[in-house]
Structures are given as structure tokens and as C-alpha cells.
């Protein structure tokens, strides 16, 4: 028999005095799988974080109110970059000198927009009222926008009505373009186009009347007119009030050529009466038509 040194039956000693487990029996290995296929199976708690609502409203409140601020700075940015210039009521007339040369004689009562880069890189103005044009030319078209149509030259003479009843252009030296949303006109010297608030779709084209245009040349040119139109150019041009009694009166025409001499409001009261088989009566601050 094989003798063990010291060192070796030390070992065997401390070897003999380990504990072994034993194997789990086959029972208990199938009560471990399933108490581990119960854990798996049960849902997993998924911790959630709640937004408080203010919170929730804030990012789109925030995106609404940077677009509405858009939306109002625009027209606002606009309007510091526009020149307006306006012509009250009463006989005297304005002239607007542009930076291409251009002068613009205004009516009464009119109104001339225009951006302050005018001339930069375009020529365009807005007209509501009336203006007498003396275009000069230059590198781009010169343009007029209205309510009802749109004007385009390049160096010409012409006048140009935007009023309430309606518009019209006439030509006293060159040519010009009208467009309005259904038809194109180039006008020569001496031509005339009316379009009215009722059928703005229709451009009437005609010859210009002697005098024209007859408040720059201090003319009230009545060729066919009625009334009510005559008398609403009376109130700018002498900044007074006429009243009519009824429709009648409005759309009573008259024609022919009326001198409008700054202070001979009477006399022109006199030839309408004459023409028109009316008269006028003052009562407070403004005339009644009888």
C-alpha cells in the first residue's frame, strides 16, 4: 500500500472535512422553473412621470402666439414703410414730386400711397382719388394700383379717377396699359376708360373731352352726368354739404362745361340749378337740393 507523505495526508484531511452539496432532486428543480415562469409572466410596473397641465398648454400656447405675432407685424412693418400723402377737402390742390421726377397733381380728397424704397427697384403707387400724372421715364414701369384696375407706363401724361362710383383714365400725351382682372387696354393720347362699381368687369372706351382733365383745369366737365356725382365733387372741391330729398334728385343728368373758379361757388350753384331745373337752398352748414 501506497504511503502518504505528510503533506499529502494534510490535504487529504482538510479535503475529507469539506462539505459537498448535494444535487437538488429532480422535484425541486421543477419547482424553481416554475416559480421563475410565474415571476416572468407577471406585468412589470412601468413608473410614469404625470406633466402637469400648464405644462402641457405651454409649448403650443407659446408656438400661437409667435405665429399671431407674425401675422400682426407684417401689416404693421408695412405701414412704417409707407408714405401716404392726403389731399382734404377745399379748392386747393396738392403736387407730390417723386424721386424718379415724377409729379402727381392731387384732387381733393384723394389720397397717394407709395413705399419709402420707392424707385429702388420699382415704380408703383396706390391711388384712391383722383391724380393727374406727369410720368417721367425710367429703367422699370411706372405703376398705379386702384380698387378696380391697374395702370402701367413709362413716361406719359394721363389722369387717373378711383372714387367710390367708380374709375376712369384718361390720356393726354403717350400711352398706357389697363389691366383688371378679365381684360387688358393699351390706351393712346386721347383716349379715355370708365369702369364702373356696378360692372367692373366692363371697360368702356372713349375720347377725352375738351379741358381734360376739368379740375386741373378748373372745369367741371358734365357730359351726361348726374347729380348726385356732379354735387360730390362740389364737396371736395369747395369742402361744403349737399343734401338730396330723394332718389330722384341723385340721378337727374345734366351736361355741359362749368367754369370752378375758387371763390364762385355761388355762380356754379346758379348754372347747376339752370341745368338742372333744381335749386339749392343753404341751411345750417350745408345746402338742400329743392
Known sequence: MLKLTKKEKLIWDL?????????????????????QIEISAQPQKIKTYKI????????????????????????????????NIHS???HKTKTVSLNDGTKVHLNAGTTLSYSKNFNSTSREVTLSGEAYFEVEKG??????????????VLGTKFN??????????????GEVKIENK????????????DISINQP???????????????KNNKLICDNSS??????????RYAIKIVFQDNLQKNTTISGIIDLSPNNLDSVLSSISLLSKRKFKLQGDSYILL
Open 182 to 193: 378679365t381684360k387688358s387696354i393699351d390706351l393712346k393720347k386721347g383716349e379715355q376708360v
Open 15 to 35: 479535503c475529507s472535512k469539506i462539505e459537498h452539496k448535494k444535487a437538488p432532486s429532480k422535484q425541486d428543480v421543477w419547482m424553481r422553473l416554475e416559480q
Open 201 to 215: 368687369k366692363i371697360l368702356s372706351v372713349s375720347k377725352v373731352s375738351n379741358f381734360y382733365p376739368g379740375w
Open 227 to 236: 347729380l348726385e356725382k356732379i354735387c360730390k365733387e362740389l364737396e371736395r
Open 88 to 90: 382734404s377737402y377745399g
Open 139 to 152: 429703367s422699370s414701369p411706372f405703376i398705379i394700383s386702384t380698387n378696380l384696375a391697374k395702370v402701367t
Open 52 to 83: 402637469p397641465i400648464f405644462k402641457r398648454t405651454l409649448l403650443p400656447r407659446l408656438i400661437t402666439a409667435f405665429f399671431i405675432t407674425i401675422l400682426i407685424s407684417i401689416p404693421i412693418i408695412k405701414m412704417l414703410n409707407t408714405v
Open 160 to 173: 387717373v379717377r378711383s372714387r367710390e362710383d367708380g374709375f376712369e383714365i384718361g390720356v393726354n400725351e
